[in-house]
């Protein structure tokens, strides 16, 4: 089991920056590529971005290509998403995931290849 909890969200204006953090227990943390999804209201969950356990192998949806990056930390466990040139419609519920990828080393942009999820985190763009 790995147990996944995000934080960092909050309010911020649009054009501002945020940056969020997932600390993973649990399981060994440097096996598993992390991703990044998020999910507005009313909308369906979208894959934001993922890394690879080495943190070489990175790969961004293209609505944030550019303005977000994903980073990893394995000796605190931790993954982070740093959100720049912020926009209303980044606005949604943050969530990490976990995927194991056993010996391979590589990212995961599909939601079915993650084993474990976080409860979430609230970004709000204000306009």
């Known amino acids: 089991q790995v147990q996944l909890v995000e934080s960092g969200g909050g309010l911020v204006q649009a054009g501002g920056s945020l940056s969020l953090s997932c600390a993973a227990s649990?399981?060994?943390?440097?096996?598993?590529?992390m991703g990044w999804f998020r999910q507005a209201p009313g909308k369906e969950r979208e894959f934001v971005a993922t890394?690879?356990?080495?943190?070489?192998?990175?790969y961004y949806a293209d609505s944030v290509k550019g303005r977000f990056t994903i980073s990893r930390y394995n000796a605190k466990n931790t993954v982070f998403l740093q959100m720049n040139s912020l926009k209303p419609e980044d606005t949604a519920v943050y969530y990490c995931?976990?995927?194991?990828?056993?010996?391979?080393?590589?990212?995961?942009?599909?939601?079915?290849?993650?084993?474990?999820w976080g409860q979430g985190t609230q970004v709000t763009v204000s306009s």
């Open positions: 890394i690879s356990w080495s943190g070489v192998h990175t």
């Open positions: 995931a976990a995927g194991s990828t056993g010996a391979g080393d590589y990212y995961i942009f599909e939601g079915v290849g993650y084993d474990y």
């Open positions: 649990g399981r060994t943390f440097s096996r598993y590529a």
